[in-house]
Structures are given as structure tokens and as C-alpha cells.
């Protein structure tokens, strides 16, 4: 099964308002795990950058008017994501600026039928929340320091190890600090086996109840075996 995590960094919140896309990243995984392919693009959003969401991702029109166009990346960022399922946190806002952007240049939308949409999968599982990105990193002892503005690569890095924990919890090869990528293209790169195994997410005071429910099943209980 191949997934995309991605990512999308604009020039603010409504894409229906003139709003534009000025970053996209993408993450391949496959079967659950990393493949070391990357895709990652800075845009030209053909207007200017609000104050306010350059006080979120850093990106000035200086920088950004020195980037291609919507327009020239569309082949290549159509032809990684093909056939894949696609990841998103908030995928209503990520999606919504991406098939605007395909729109305007008379290509069909990305369906809602490939969209997985992480905030979703932490409301069910984590109902009392939050669930930012930020907070599902804390819960997950996901080191997130790196993280001091918003920016479509490092936050896709982060929910993808986010995303393998709300599917099925610790992966015992995920290991994305190899990943080597240029902007626009797609990279290989080997897998890396952790040095050591990622710390549980149980607090002390729910292994000291498993303990001693355990320790109530009697001498011949055989959770034992495995205490």
C-alpha cells in the first residue's frame, strides 16, 4: 500500500479569497514504512505575503518570487502522488488549497476518497484532545524542537511518524533522518534501523496499575509470561 504524507504551507486561510499555495512536501511510505522518497517544492504565489502568515512560516515575497509557479510543478507533483493514498492533519485546509490551485489550471481535483485525514483518526482515538500536531508530538514523545515556524517538509516529517502511531503504534525500522531532498525532485536513500527503540508512551502510574492487576491474577496467571 503506498501513502504520501503531506504537507502545504499559504499565504493565509481562505483559497476562495485569493489566497495561494507557496509550499508543498510530500513523504512516501509504503506498507506502513518509509521508502526515503521525498517530494518538496517552494512556490510563487504571483502576490504578495500577508504579515500574518509570513509570522507563521517565514516565507517573504522576496524569497518566493524566485520559486516556479503553480503551473510548472503540476507534472511533477501529479506523478508522485499518482495512485497513492494521500495524508493530511486538517485535510479540509490542505486539500482545499491544492484543488484550487489544480483549478485554476483546468486539472481535475484530488478526490476525498484518497484523503486520510489525521486530526480525524486523533479525534476518535484521543476524543478529549488536543490533537495539533504539536500536541500529538508530545503525546507520542515525538522530538519536535526543530519546530520553531510552520514549513511543509518538517511538518510532514513529523506526521508521518505522528500518523504510524495513530495506525498501529511503534514502527521498529522508521527512521526518516536519512531522507536527502532537493526542491521539486524525488530522492532514494536507505533505511536506518533506530539505535534504540523508541521510550513507551505509558505513564509510570499506569504500569504500576498493570503491575498490580497483574500480581491479583494469582501464581499461575499467564500474564506472567510476559511481566
Not at 482515538?125 to 518538517?154: E, M, Q, V
Request: with cysteine; hydrophobic share 40%.
Amino acid at each position: 500500500m503506498r501513502e504520501i504524507v503531506m504537507d502545504t504551507e499559504t499565504t493565509g486561510l481562505d483559497c476562495r479569497n485569493g489566497d495561494r499555495l507557496v509550499e508543498i512536501a510530500g513523504i512516501e511510505l509504503s506498507n506502513y514504512m518509509p521508502t526515503g522518497r521525498v517530494w518538496h517544492e517552494y512556490i510563487n504565489p504571483e502576490r504578495d505575503m500577508p504579515r500574518e502568515a509570513f509570522a507563521v512560516h517565514g516565507l517573504c515575497t522576496q524569497f518566493l518570487c524566485t520559486k516556479p509557479v503553480f503551473a510548472a510543478i503540476v507534472p511533477s507533483f501529479l506523478e508522485f502522488v499518482d495512485g497513492a493514498k494521500l495524508i493530511f492533519h486538517n485535510a479540509t485546509f490542505d486539500i482545499g488549497f491544492i484543488n484550487a490551485e489544480l483549478g485554476r489550471h483546468e486539472h481535475p481535483p484530488i478526490s476525498w476518497e484518497r484523503v486520510v485525514d489525521t486530526l480525524a483518526l486523533a479525534r476518535r482515538k484521543h476524543p478529549g484532545g488536543p490533537n495539533s500536531l504539536d500536541a500529538l508530538c508530545k503525546r507520542y514523545s515525538i522530538d519536535n524542537s526543530a519546530r520553531t515556524r510552520h514549513g511543509a517538509l518538517l511538518d510532514a516529517e513529523l506526521l508521518a511518524e505522528v500518523y504510524l502511531q495513530l495506525v498501529g503504534g511503534h514502527q521498529p525500522i522508521f527512521d526518516l533522518s536519512p531522507m536527502a531532498t532537493r526542491a521539486g525532485t524525488i530522492t532514494d536513500s536507505f533505511i536506518r534501523v533506530r539505535s534504540e527503540p523508541l521510550p513507551a508512551n505509558l505513564a509510570e502510574a499506569e504500569i504500576a496499575a498493570h503491575n498490580a492487576f497483574i500480581q491479583g491474577l494469582g501464581a499461575d496467571a499467564l500474564w506472567r509470561l510476559y511481566a
